[in-house]
């Protein structure tokens, strides 16, 4: 579920929701934000659990969307059910969190409804997209399209200041090597969202 975004949109959108996170913390403060902001005649199923172990009833869902933890990147708790705790090591990992909640979301999905997947390669996990993809494909989808999120422009010389008071953005380096060429955009970092379609 994350820090509550996805929930907050659910909310906005007038839609049901269903989400997973073991997070002892987020977990209390997406039900807070459920009970104070969330529509009564709507559901809001909210779930203490890895998204690997949620199994949704054939064709139940029209959307879904999840940016996974990275595997020993985004440390978000010390429950026994995170994920890199759960599965120690990075092919445990892939095959039995990433691919099998890939797996879990096609099972949920109706036909020709959509999967929406944030990723992006690190220094630990070098082929974390393509992978991704992958396991998506493994499993019955067709990698339609991929949106390119634009993330914050990052501190540390990212812009000129003249003494005029013009600013102008640097380019900023782009450390990708991997199959996904980003938007080349001066001042901006990018990461996929690939969009799989059941």
Known sequence: MGYGGRLLGAISAGVNYIGTDPCIPTFEGLEKIRDEYG?????YTLLRQGSETYIPEDNSLDFVFTSPPYFGWEAYGDEPEQSSIKFSTSDMWKEKFLKQTI???????????????????????????????????????????????????????????????????????????????????????FEPTFIFKK
């Open 39 to 43: 529509h009564k005649h709507l559901s």
């Open 103 to 189: 797996a879990n979301a096609y099972k949920g999905l109706k036909p020709g409804k959509f999967l929406a997947l944030n990723v992006a390669n690190t220094k630990q996990y070098k082929t974390f997209e393509e992978d991704t993809v992958d396991l998506a494909k493994e499993v019955g989808f067709e990698h339609t399209d991929t949106w390119w999120l634009s993330l914050s422009t990052q501190q540390g010389g990212s812009a000129i200041s003249t003494l005029d008071g013009d600013t102008t953005e640097m380019k900023q380096k782009q450390q990708y090597m991997g199959e996904y060429t980003r938007p080349d955009i001066p001042g901006r970092k």
